[in-house]
């Protein structure tokens, strides 16, 4: 019997299956490795040539592990979440993790934002998102870690609630966390080459470390994959199209009752009852919208989605997942959100849908513009 391969670095059992486990090693460097008498998985091998953190999957028994960890120990910990993608971006059960440790709330990727849009607002929902989770964060705040706007307030908010302890940065993927960190390493000077890797006894995930005045340190910690990201269902040539580059210019739509917008393939929006009114979509300017008569609206998606309705693509559109419909009835003006994609703000009353990849969420909140 051929012995179980190891990572010399992490430990993990050496696989060379599935890219997004614990000790994934590519096939190649894997024969390579064993030549010369030791093989680093992909993660460990990027940590230690690029500094870069690979992403793990949510049910990764390490991952849970790791925040496990950060529950035992006194730290603060700063929870970075897209806003466009706040309920894509939330880590289940995080506050059963974090313990008695304050939790800050940063909201990235502001500079997308329609300026029309108060940012009041949209804290304000934050919280109230965040309380539903069960999450009491010490405080929330909006940053772009593209634009570098904010992160001097986001350092300073750090300091004070820190209170001379650890900073453990987490998040799921594809909210910035990696841009972010990379401004926050430039703005501390010049600390660049005093970032060091270093693995914590008692777990296999490495994490990077940036050392603070205090001998305390800045931890970031591997972007966990979240199922009910809409991202996750796309290639990365279309996460290019549905994840906004710049700010949203709000589209406006004079609908009667009985008309739906496509977004793209992957999200549907219908008018069922209510007057002739103005609906506004924020989703990023690349994004086509189609307009159709909601009669009509399942065979034209049968027919059209992956061709004329895009993303997904052709070659995607047989593993995406079926659209899911939700029914909300509007009471006062209302966005509609899709986790991931934007919203869809409807002005007065009435009855509308809004339909998603299954597993992705549709959700209403107060309007923020
Ligand atoms: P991570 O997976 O959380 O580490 O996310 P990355 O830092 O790799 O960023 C994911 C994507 O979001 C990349 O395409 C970034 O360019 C983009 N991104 C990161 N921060 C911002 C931001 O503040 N604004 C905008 N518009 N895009 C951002």
């Not at 960890?69 to 974090?98: C, T, W, Y």
């Not at 929330?140 to 300091?159: C, G, P």
């Not at 990077?208 to 009910?228: R, V």
Request: hydrophobic share 35%.
């Amino acid at each position: 019997m051929t012995e179980t391969l190891r990572c010399v670095g992490c430990g993990a059992v050496i696989q060379t299956e599935e890219k997004n486990k614990m000790g994934y090693t590519p096939k190649s460097v894997l024969e390579k490795g064993l030549e010369s008498g030791g093989v680093y998985c992909q993660r460990c091998f990027r940590l230690r040539h690029y500094n870069e953190i690979q992403d793990v999957s949510l049910t990764d028994d390490d991952f849970l592990q790791l925040l496990n960890e950060i529950g035992q120990k006194d730290a603060l910990i700063v929870n970075v979440v897209d806003i466009f993608d706040f309920n894509g971006s939330i880590i289940p059960g995080l506050h059963r993790f974090v313990g008695d440790n304050p939790v800050l709330l940063v909201g990235n990727k502001i500079d997308v934002l329609p300026k029309s849009l108060k940012k009041n607002k949209l804290k304000q929902w934050m919280k109230e998102q965040a309380h539903d989770k069960g999450l009491r964060p010490v405080d929330v705040l909006l940053t772009s870690a593209k634009k570098n706007d904010a992160l001097d307030s986001l350092l300073e908010m750090i300091e004070k609630y820190r209170k001379g302890r650890d900073v453990y940065i987490v998040g799921v993927t594809n909210v910035g966390k990696s841009t972010l960190i990379n401004q926050i390493v430039q703005k501390t000077a010049d600390i660049k080459g005093l970032i060091t890797t270093s693995k914590f006894p008692g777990t296999t995930l490495d994490k990077i470390e940036i050392p603070l005045e205090d001998g305390h340190s800045l931890i970031d910690t591997p972007g966990i994959i979240h199922q009910h990201q809409m991202a996750h269902y796309l290639g990365d040539k279309d996460l290019k199209i549905i994840a906004p580059q710049k700010e949203i210019k709000p589209k406006v739509y004079q609908l009667n009752p009985g008309q739906t917008l496509f977004l793209g393939g992957l999200a549907r929006f219908d008018f069922i009852q209510g007057e002739k009114s103005s609906f506004t979509v924020f989703v990023s300017n690349d994004l086509m919208i189609h307009r159709t008569k909601l009669e009509k609206a399942d065979t034209f998606y049968k027919n059209h989605v992956g061709e004329l309705l895009q993303p997904p693509r052709a070659d995607e559109k047989e593993h995406f997942p079926e659209l899911v419909r939700f029914e909300f009835s509007i009471k006062e003006k209302t966005d509609i959100v899709f986790a991931g994609l934007g919203w869809i703000t409807v002005k007065d009353t009435g009855i509308v849908s809004g339909w998603a990849p299954k597993g992705v969420d549709v959700i209403t909140r107060q309007a923020l513009v």
